[in-house]
T-cell receptor
Framework: GESVGLHLPTLSVQEGDNSIINCAYSNSASDYFIWYKQESGKGPQFIIDIRSNMDKRQGQRVTVLLNKTVKHLSLQIAATQPGDSAVYFCAENREDSSYKLIFGSGTRLLVRP | DSGVTQTPKHLITATGQRVTLRCSPRSGDLSVYWYQQSLDQGLQFLIQYYNGEERAKGNILERFSAQQFPDLHSELNLSSLELGDSALYFC???????????FGSGTQLSVL
């Protein structure tokens, strides 16, 4: 399938610490990237996006970094809170004749109190 | 609340049957997407519609079909259901292609 097979890595952090979630994308022609958060039993929720003409974008408590040279995307969450516990997905706009938003396999973030 | 509405929330059916999942996009959104999420495959892109027309296709099975109606709501039809079709099916919408997607809460399909 177009989604990477699921072997979900887990990141465990202490409440109040910063979290960094990484993602490697596959298509060097991808020009738009999005991070989503999915809580148990809910649909993916938009967090932040970035286009390929940028290296960094900041939101509220979140920062996305894009390194096109090595096809790497990261999501930084500052002062991680228990409510941040969820699965985080990166998604890339894979431009192969039509727009398709393809999701990575996801990372589970566990926040320890 | 994303503004995307999916019905039903849960669906239990038997192998060989046919079901229809429904999606109402956010007000003003012209694009509708369908994704399948199962435990061993993550979020798989199925199909995209824009203003009533099919725009992009993923690994959607021939037993599955979808359409987007003039009022922009969409339906995903799954037929000759198999056990392996059990999954969460998400609908998402966006203003247009190449814009961020907003997801509904999903339909949990269980094929017994």
């Amino acid at each position: 399938g177009e989604s990477v097979g699921l072997h979900l890595p887990t990141l465990s952090v202490q409440e109040g610490d910063n979290s960094i979630i990484n993602c490697a994308y596959s298509n060097s022609a991808s020009d738009y990237f999005i991070w989503y958060k999915q809580e148990s039993g809910k649909g993916p929720q938009f967090i932040i996006d970035i286009r390929s003409n940028m290296d960094k974008r900041q939101g509220q408590r979140v920062t996305v970094l894009l390194n096109k040279t090595v096809k790497h995307l990261s999501l930084q969450i500052a002062a991680t809170q228990p409510g941040d516990s969820a699965v985080y997905f990166c998604a890339e706009n894979r431009e192969d004749s039509s727009y398709k938003l393809i999701f990575g396999s996801g990372t589970r973030l566990l926040v320890r109190p | 609340d994303s503004g995307v509405t999916q019905t039903p929330k849960h669906l239990i059916t038997a192998t060989g049957q046919r079901v229809t999942l429904r999606c109402s996009p956010r007000s003003g959104d012209l694009s509708v997407y369908w994704y399948q999420q199962s435990l061993d495959q993550g979020l798989q892109f199925l199909i995209q519609y824009y203003n009533g027309e099919e725009r992009a296709k993923g690994n959607i099975l021939e037993r599955f079909s979808a359409q987007q109606f003039p009022d922009l709501h969409s339906e995903l039809n799954l037929s000759s259901l198999e056990l392996g079709d059990s999954a969460l099916y998400f609908c998402a919408s966006s203003v247009g292609p190449e814009e961020k997607l907003f997801f509904g809460s999903g339909t949990q399909l269980s094929v017994l």
